[in-house]
């Protein structure tokens, strides 16, 4: 087993270097921001220039970029995002209230992607060239292909305004998550769906299925464990970098439901040039989607035998 | 009770894909008795294959058997539900594939693919049934068996994989043991250890065995008797006495040139014959006698007419215009 | 002068297209995406009004004879702005790919056959871009730069490039290892040489299927963008930005929004069917082994 931890080593090193990446990549990023950071900040207010010259100096802006670099990584590591003008807010604490919810929307829009995308997918390639095959594998494609402000848009008409079920805007109760998740994840169903229909046809056509049904095992039994245990390897590595997608997706949802996640958060922020704000959004989002990766990477080398034997056996 | 475990007549499995029907097996006829080793000969895509996935109906995808019999413990095979189908498998006929490591499952330890087995058809709790493979395993040579159920079949040798397949073969006891090809995708050094454990077991257990080969060998050393196949016909069905040890005994063109191709050790220096030609692509079969284009003594009747199974002797069937 | 060693030779580009053509729907959507490009040039022509131009006493108004697909809340034709949005769609999945493309196949080519210390970190590089959610960072770029049309191919060919790099790295290293490579270098071309004419033909297939579907991706991130109001601004049109000013009164007007979610959606499944179509058509027969 010990290289397994190796293996998780060399992943979290990867990790302080993608962070530290990152954090290059937000500081750059800002620091291109066209225009003096201090006047857009004030606006138009007319404002004493040596008030102005001294929100520089704390801001750390007349000096050089290395060291503003290295101030802000500092501060950031320090839990320092700073501080959200419009607000007067720090921006971390506004980031962690909206974080938890736009990582629960994620999560309920891939358990929709995950629960649709494997059903449809695995009855399809079960049924393979079939009638429902074919539809459902287009309606997949149309699905994926479909952006999900616009499915959010078609789902709003259906349910909340032809049918009155379901709440359209806010948070709060079970209710209002619902035509999020759905508009989020059926996108990424339709990925899913294709995706585990190619993984099951390539796992039946393999040897090890003929001997199952060789044993004269029950149908039910070889699909579980031979078909599906098989298939699920490579369609879970796919899940996983889902997650990131869904992530960013929920930008556009949460400002169509008003939902109050990141997105909507750091939306507003754009429009407000509130760059703090964003900088922070980007930093975070980042982070937590090159976590999930390597919890993904891990998961992988646990599930699959082949790899996670064969990694003891090179240590 | 009938006196044979298996009876074949007439067995055609055809595929039908987008190229035209190619006629796997096309017309296939033996007999397998009671506690005997039977062989199954031929080059490789002469239809053997099919022929014993036909009898455990897992005909692969474009295929379907057409027409004929597969009589087993007196019962027709082709006629029985898929449900019946899947009680027999594994608990009264059991299947040895060629390639162990492409045929377990790569994700499951070596233990439960011989349990599940086991549980599916004996109705033990699953201890019991991992006990049971862990003597399985024991009997099958393979040292330190309890460590070894543990494994992944990717951390076991090409031989040990082998018998691993031969140890679920063995499992639930079935009458009739087919193994197809099961030293070809092993080394040379382990197909001997191989064949003496088929052997051994088979006698032991008193099933009956049918071997698929292409090797004269393997044959003559371990069935009682055997049929020869060439384009999904069978050719000729003798004991091994018939065939391997009576030189002047009447043979099939075809048997006698696979017996003269096989390269002596002890003969070096004689030259290799070779039978001309090759295997016909079974879309388009030759009319007539399928041999007729490779065959020496092949006359104008041979393209026309398919010949009859002659027998020559009491148990040897020769299908040719010319024995005798 | 050397003739390039191509995998494919002329006989095999018809058997693509043969295969190609038996996949409907791949050949229908090839045709739809023709009539958008001719949309697109054509618009001129095509569309009955000056999309710009505001008629604010007859706003709202569903599809009729005189405004065939209705107006939106400014009093708009709603179809010339479909027919202009055409061209800002196109145009935009274009360069960016384009740009992309050319990112992405030059560093994959540089990573995948000099490899070295420069295609180290050509590659770590391509992995810290490839570690942010790609929509994000575009976002990102977008909020940096500012609305616009040309801020917005900055944006997607700077966050488009690294999975072509990728992909174009793989199989550049496995064609290195081919014989036909050892052969030229023994001949004296030099790598350089080798690169552009051994390599780059090879490669253009998968690089194909890449833009196809890319153009897809492009077409979605641009309208995702412009609907959230980072990318294409007023007075052009985007069907993204028609979506994002039609929301308000959707509920009411349905028609401000149908018409431009339906055309944004037709031509993004147009190519991701005729991308998947080129994949399975290219793929069995160029498979680089």
Same mark, same amino acid.
């Given at each position: 087993m010990a290289d397994i931890k190796g293996y998780i080593l060399k992943r979290l090193l990867l990790l302080v270097v993608v962070f530290i990446g990152v954090t290059a990549l937000t500081f750059t990023l800002m620091s291109l921001t066209p225009g003096d950071p201090v006047l857009i900040m004030t606006g138009t207010r007319p404002i004493n220039p040596e008030h102005l010259q001294a929100l520089r100096e704390m801001l750390g802006l007349d000096q050089p970029v290395y060291v503003q670099y290295f101030k802000y990584l500092w501060r950031v590591l320090h839990?320092?995002?700073?501080?959200?003008?419009?607000?007067?807010?720090?921006v971390i604490d506004e980031i962690m209230e909206a974080l938890p919810r736009t990582l629960l929307l994620a999560l309920c829009g891939l358990s929709v992607a995950v629960g649709i995308g494997i059903s449809v997918g695995t009855i399809s390639a079960l049924k393979q060239y079939s009638i429902s095959d074919r539809i459902s594998m287009f309606s997949s494609l149309a699905l994926a292909s479909i952006p999900n402000f616009v499915l959010a848009l078609t789902l709003i008409y259906i349910f909340?305004?032809?049918?009155?079920?379901?709440?359209v805007a806010g948070s709060g109760s079970v209710k209002h998550i619902i035509l999020p998740s759905l508009a989020l994840g059926l996108g990424t169903s339709g990925l899913i769906a294709r995706f585990t229909r190619t993984s099951i046809l390539e796992v039946v056509r393999q040897d090890y299925v003929r001997t199952a049904r060789s044993k004269g095992l029950s149908e039910r039994v070889v699909l579980v464990r031979h078909i599906l245990k098989n298939a699920l390897i490579s369609i879970i590595t796919v899940i996983g970098l889902q997650f990131g997608y869904l992530m960013s997706g929920s930008f556009f949802i949460e400002i169509i439901f008003a939902y109050p996640g990141i997105g909507r958060l750091s939306v507003n922020a754009i429009m407000d040039k509130n760059f703090t704000v964003v900088q922070g959004v980007l930093l975070v989002v980042s982070s937590v989607y090159v976590l999930v990766n390597l919890v993904v990477d891990i998961l992988y080398v646990y599930i699959d035998p082949r790899i996670r034997l064969a990694k003891a056996e090179e240590g | 009770m009938s006196k044979e475990l298996l009876k074949i007549t007439n067995l055609k499995t055809y595929f039908f894909t987008r190229e035209g029907v190619t006629k796997? $097996?096309?017309d296939v006829s033996f007999k397998i008795g009671r506690n005997e080793a039977f062989g199954l000969v031929g080059?490789?895509?002469?239809g053997k294959t099919v022929t014993a996935l036909s009898i455990m109906r897992?005909? %692969?995808?474009?295929?379907?058997?057409?027409s004929g019999q597969i009589f087993f413990e007196g019962e027709d095979l082709i006629k029985k539900s898929e449900t019946d189908i899947r009680r027999i498998r594994g608990s009264r006929i059991s299947m040895i594939f060629q390639d162990p490591l492409t045929s377990l499952? %790569?994700?499951?330890k070596i233990g439960n693919q011989i349990a599940e087995k086991i549980e599916q058809h004996m109705h033990l709790s699953r201890e019991e049934a991992w006990e049971e493979s862990i003597n399985l395993i024991n009997l099958v040579g393979i040292p330190d068996s309890s460590e070894k159920?543990?494994?992944?079949?990717?951390?076991?040798?090409g031989g040990m994989q082998q018998r691993i397949m031969i140890a679920i073969a063995l499992s639930c006891s079935p009458h009739l043991i087919i193994a197809d090809?099961?030293?070809?995708?092993?080394?040379v050094t382990i197909q001997a250890q191989i064949i003496r454990l088929i052997r051994e077991k088979r006698e032991e257990s008193k099933s009956s065995l049918l071997l698929i080969t292409h090797n004269l060998a393997l044959v003559a050393w371990l069935c009682d008797r055997l049929a020869v196949m060439y384009a999904g016909k069978i050719m000729e069905i003798g004991n091994s006495e018939q065939i391997?040890?009576? %030189?002047d005994e009447p043979k099939h063109p075809y048997t006698s040139g696979l017996l003269a191709c096989i390269p002596s050790v002890h003969h070096r220096k004689r030259k290799l014959k070779m039978i001309k030609g090759s295997i016909p692509n079974l879309l388009e079969v030759p009319l007539g006698c399928p041999f007729h284009p490779r065959?020496?003594?092949?006359?104008? $009747?041979c393209s026309r007419k398919v010949p009859e199974p002659i027998? $020559?002797? %009491?148990?040897h069937m020769i299908r040719c215009h010319f024995v005798r | 002068m050397q003739r390039a060693f191509k995998l494919t030779s002329k006989s095999e580009l018809y058997a693509i297209f043969y295969a190609l053509k038996k996949n409907k729907p791949a050949i229908i959507s090839l045709g739809v995406i023709i009539i958008l490009c001719l949309t697109a040039v054509l618009a001129d022509f095509l569309?009955?009004?000056?999309?710009?131009?505001?008629n604010l006493d007859y706003?709202?108004?569903?599809?009729?004879?005189?405004y065939l697909l209705g107006t939106d809340e400014l009093g708009r034709c709603i179809l010339s702005r479909i027919i202009y949005g055409s061209r800002v769609s196109l145009i935009v999945g274009i360069i960016s790919v384009s740009v992309s493309l050319g990112i992405g196949i030059t560093v994959g080519c540089i990573a995948g056959y000099f490899g070295g210390k420069i295609g180290t970190i050509l590659m770590t590089l391509v992995d810290i871009t490839l570690s942010f959610p790609g929509l994000v960072l575009a976002i990102g770029f977008a909020a940096l730069l500012g609305p616009g049309i040309n801020n917005v191919m900055l944006a997607l060919s700077l966050v488009g490039w690294p999975p072509y790099a990728r992909v174009i790295r793989g199989e550049t290293l496995a064609l290195r290892e081919k014989q036909f490579i050892s052969a030229s270098k023994a001949i004296g071309e030099s790598g350089l040489y080798i690169v552009l004419h051994h390599i780059i033909p090879n490669i253009i297939s998968a690089a194909i299927v890449m833009a196809t579907l890319g153009m897809g991706w492009a077409i979605i991130s641009e309208a995702g963008l412009s609907f959230i109001g980072l990318g294409i601004a007023p007075p052009e049109s985007s069907w993204g930005l028609m979506i994002s000013t039609g929301r308000l009164y959707f509920l009411y007007s349905p028609h401000t929004i149908i018409f431009p979610c339906l055309f944004l959606s037709l031509t993004i499944l147009s190519f991701n069917i005729l991308g998947d179509g080129l994949r399975d058509a290219l793929d069995p027969r160029l498979r680089i082994r």
């Open positions: 839990g320092n995002l700073g501080m959200d003008f419009r607000t007067g807010r720090p909340a305004y032809y049918f009155r079920l379901l709440p | 796997a $097996v096309n080059e490789s895509g002469c897992l005909v %692969p995808y474009l295929g379907k058997t057409v499952n %790569p994700t499951m159920a543990l494994q992944y079949p990717f951390q076991l040798s090809e099961p030293t070809t995708n092993v080394d391997f040890d009576k %030189p065959c020496e003594i092949a006359e104008e $009747v027998e $020559v002797e %009491p148990a | 569309a009955p009004r000056d999309p710009a131009e505001q706003r709202l108004k569903p599809p009729n004879t005189d």
